[in-house]
């Protein structure tokens, strides 16, 4: 056989199929560490935002 034929016959054999095909494990596991860095994020800047000291001052009267 050529080696075309060759290559179409071994591109069948790596076909997938569409119902079979779920995440897995590196699927979950980035998901997961998404999940863990935003409620870091979330946790650092609630605690930056308890820093921020703002008194509003009143507006100038208008003449």
Request: hydrophobic share 55%.
């Amino acid at each position: 056989m050529s080696a075309p034929v060759n290559l179409v016959h071994f591109a069948a054999d790596l076909a997938v199929d569409d119902a079979k095909v779920t995440p897995g494990l590196l699927g979950f596991v980035v998901f997961a560490a998404l999940g863990v860095a935003t409620w870091f994020l979330a946790k650092s800047m609630n605690r930056q935002f308890k820093k921020v000291d703002f008194v509003e001052e009143p507006e100038a009267p208008k003449e």
